[in-house]
């Protein structure tokens, strides 16, 4: 089992800045990567991004791209989303998940990201 706890969420002004984190535990070793996803009000959970535990590679979907950077630290077990020039739009709650092979078992609860002016 592996639990997920995010934390870092609240709200920001647009063009503003937010760190999120999240923290692993349990049976960690399967893990290849951890991920982070978003849903708004209304809307379908959406990919954003996600890195690599042995490579520390990294993969953004579009629609963040040049704006947010995730980073790891393999030895505390965490991962953190640094979300820079924030928009309304980027307004959701934000979960982390943990990749086994190719699918995300693991989720945390999320934390709100509340984008406004």
């Known amino acids: 089992q592996v639990q997920l706890v995010e934390s870092g969420g609240g709200l920001v002004q647009p063009g503003g800045s937010l760190r999120l984190s999240c923290a692993a535990s349990?049976?960690?070793?399967?893990?290849?990567?951890m991920g982070w996803f978003r849903q708004a009000p209304g809307k379908e959970r959406e990919f954003v991004g996600r890195?690599?535990?042995?490579?520390?590679?990294?993969a953004y979907a579009d629609s963040v791209k040049g704006r947010f950077t995730i980073s790891g630290d393999n030895a505390k077990n965490t991962v953190f989303l640094q979300m820079n020039s924030l928009k309304p739009e980027d307004t959701a709650v934000y979960s982390c998940?943990?990749?086994?092979?190719?699918?995300?078992?693991?989720w945390g609860k999320g934390t709100q990201v509340t984008v406004s002016s």
């Open positions: 998940a943990a990749r086994i092979g190719i699918m995300y078992h693991y």
């Open positions: 349990g049976s960690i070793s399967s893990i290849n990567a």
């Open positions: 890195i690599t535990w042995s490579g520390g590679e990294t």
